[in-house]
């Protein structure tokens, strides 16, 4: 069972960026396919992007693609989500997650994050 830790959420204005980082524990962190989702106040949790295990394959949802980047970096088991030209409506508690495919199902995912509070403000 891999261990998910989230970082590098905050207070930005519309238009800024931010980087979001989860750390995650065990050897076997480079063999699992990652995503992140998100969840708004009063939502029900999204999917936002997704990595292969070898970060040669990506997916958004349309309403980040063009702005958001998922990326890994597999030695330091970590997977990073840059955020760029933030709306409010990014405003969300964000999820990391680890699956044992290549997918945006929430059900297939075997691990979570805690998550960490992103606010955009306008």
């Known amino acids: 069972q891999v261990q998910l830790v989230e970082s590098g959420g905050g207070l930005v204005q519309a238009g800024g960026s931010l980087r979001l980082s989860c750390a995650a524990s065990?050897?076997?962190?480079?063999?699992?396919?990652m995503a992140w989702f998100r969840q708004a106040p009063g939502k029900e949790r999204e999917f936002v992007a997704a990595?292969?295990?070898?970060?040669?394959?990506?997916y958004y949802a349309d309403s980040v693609k063009g702005r958001f980047t998922i990326s890994r970096d597999n030695a330091k088991r970590t997977v990073y989500l840059q955020m760029n030209s933030l709306k409010p409506e990014d405003t969300a508690v964000y999820y990391c997650?680890?699956?044992?495919?290549?997918?945006?199902?929430?059900?297939?995912?075997?691990?979570w994050g805690q998550g960490t509070h992103v606010t955009v403000s306008s």
């Open positions: 990595s292969n295990w070898a970060d040669t394959s990506t």
């Open positions: 065990g050897r076997t962190f480079s063999t699992y396919p």
């Open positions: 997650a680890a699956s044992d495919s290549f997918t945006t199902a929430q059900a297939l995912m075997r691990s």
